[in-house]
């Protein structure tokens, strides 16, 4: 058990709740199941508080764990229970009433963000929101800094409209 | 530093993470002097740069609109969870506690609250999950993979253990529904803890130690569990459809967590 660690991680942890909230929110296009994910994260990064190096970024690390849930339990719990996955329409509305108040120019790049495919969006958010560099993301979403390439042109054209010589192509890699 | 995109449109990909600034000097130098010598390239570039979107001021609307009184909630929820099940200093547990209460009055996460329940939160260390999974895990820790393999239960027997534990819970444990890739069932009795009926069907592994899944019935919402561990074994548990799972074994977290994924798939009511 390492204390300085679980301090850290428990000083720092909740003015990056909004920001991990928003990467659950473009993975599951859900905001109660961004929440539970958020709580999720918690719990495992104070437990697992010993494997956080102190001097390496909390915020990349989260994203990892985050991600991680989201891809081994929610993501295929969704599936199995029904609740599939969320039209992206819905992502702006939340507990049904309170509109995400956005300039109707910004809204409309953040909806069709929100349709790409889940590899190109979330590669989106890590490289040019939150600022990750190519290496970074390509170390939280565990794949080669080749996609991260690929997922950041192919998606960088579908926004603009441009057009895209793969257009189709998430280019997830396997797994 | 970016090597080289995987796909068709890799020129594309190699224009981009020159716009990013993402090159490695060798590659944004051999860029660079095919930029000079190919103006249909050097078009391509500038259509890139100019279609560039407004992503993080439109990603930035979503962290307003971050439920942010929920999800301390949330992580005060954590705190109280991660305290109880990890092994912590006095001062740890008071300080989360303290950390928790704070939030939840500062943070006025009264929605959550009544979400989750208050009784969530702060149970204790002394729960019936808590010690159900200790009395297992100390049961299961008594078996290594001989001690296990060497249990001999005849297929007939088997058969009537599965249909009586299975009429118990009210679920289907017939042979094909309780078999596991890598798995040999080697036993599936009835046990009994604090007045609870549990089946366990106890496993042999062929690349770990042994795996046993434990079912009760409880009544009430669903809940989902992380991989853990306990006596050098890893668990999870869950809740679904009035039934409590519990998988742990000597075995890897990847294994048990793929594993109850399987189980969750096979049981889902």
Same mark, same amino acid.
């Given at each position: ?7 850290? &991680? ?43 190096? &102190? ?9 990892? &764990?985050?991600?991680? &849930? ?106 | ?67 942010? =009184? ?55 260390? +002394? ?6 999974? +200790?009395? %297992? ?10 001690? %296990?393999?060497?249990?001999? %239960? ?23 529904? %309780? ?74 977290? +990847?294994?048990?967590?793929?594993? =109850? ?9």
């Amino acid at each position: 058990m390492t204390v300085a660690a679980y301090d850290v &991680i428990a000083a720092e942890l909740p003015a990056l709740l909004p920001r991990l909230w928003r990467y659950g929110l473009v993975l599951t296009r859900d905001p109660a199941a961004a929440e539970d994910l958020v709580q999720a994260t918690c719990v495992r990064a104070l437990e697992r508080s010993s494997q956080f190096t &102190i001097g390496t970024r909390l915020d990349r690390w989260l994203f990892s &764990i985050l991600r991680s &849930i989201w891809i081994n339990q929610l993501r295929s719990q969704r599936v199995r229970t029904g609740q599939g996955l969320v039209d992206p329409e819905s992502v702006l509305v939340l507990d049904g009433e309170q509109q995400i108040e956005t300039n109707i120019f910004a809204g409309q790049v953040l909806k069709r963000a929100l349709e790409l495919p889940e590899g190109q969006r979330e590669t989106l958010l890590l490289v040019y929101v939150e600022g990750l560099t190519y290496q970074e993301a390509a170390h939280v979403l565990n794949v080669p800094i080749g996609t991260v390439m690929s997922r950041l042109a192919t998606a960088r054209l579908k926004l603009s409209g441009m057009q895209a010589p793969s257009a189709e192509s998430d280019d997830e890699v396997a797994g | 530093m970016a090597r080289g995109p995987d796909n068709s449109n890799a020129g594309d990909a190699l224009l981009v993470a020159y716009l990013d600034g993402e090159l490695a000097p060798e590659a944004r130098r051999e860029l660079e002097g095919r930029l000079g010598a190919d103006a249909s390239l050097a078009a391509r570039l500038a259509a890139l740069a100019q279609a560039s979107q407004p992503l993080k001021s439109s990603f930035d609307a979503l962290l307003k609109a971050a439920p942010r =009184a929920r999800l301390d909630g949330a992580y005060a929820a954590a705190l109280v969870r991660a305290s109880r099940r990890r092994p912590r200093s006095y001062r740890q547990i008071l300080t989360a506690a303290a950390a928790a209460l704070l939030l939840l009055i500062g943070g006025g996460a009264a929605g959550y609250l009544i979400a989750t329940g208050p009784g969530n939160l702060f149970e204790e260390a +002394d729960t019936f999950e808590d010690a159900w999974i +200790d009395a %297992v895990a100390g049961q299961l820790s008594l078996y290594n993979s001989a001690s %296990v393999e060497a249990i001999q %239960v005849s297929e007939a027997e088997q058969k009537a253990s599965l249909a009586k534990l299975g009429q118990m819970l009210k679920l289907d444990l017939s042979a094909p529904t %309780v078999e596991f890739e890598g798995l040999t069932l080697k036993r599936a009795e009835l046990l009994h803890f604090r007045g609870q009926e549990i089946a366990e069907l106890l496993y042999a592994s062929d690349t770990h130690g042994p795996i046993a899944l434990c079912i009760t019935a409880k009544p009430g919402g669903e809940e989902e569990g992380e991989v853990e561990s306990r006596n050098g074994l890893n668990f999870t548990y869950w809740a679904k459809g009035g039934r409590r799972f519990l998988l742990i074994g000597d075995a890897p977290e +990847d294994r048990i967590e793929a594993l =109850a994924d399987k189980i969750a798939e096979r049981f889902s009511l």
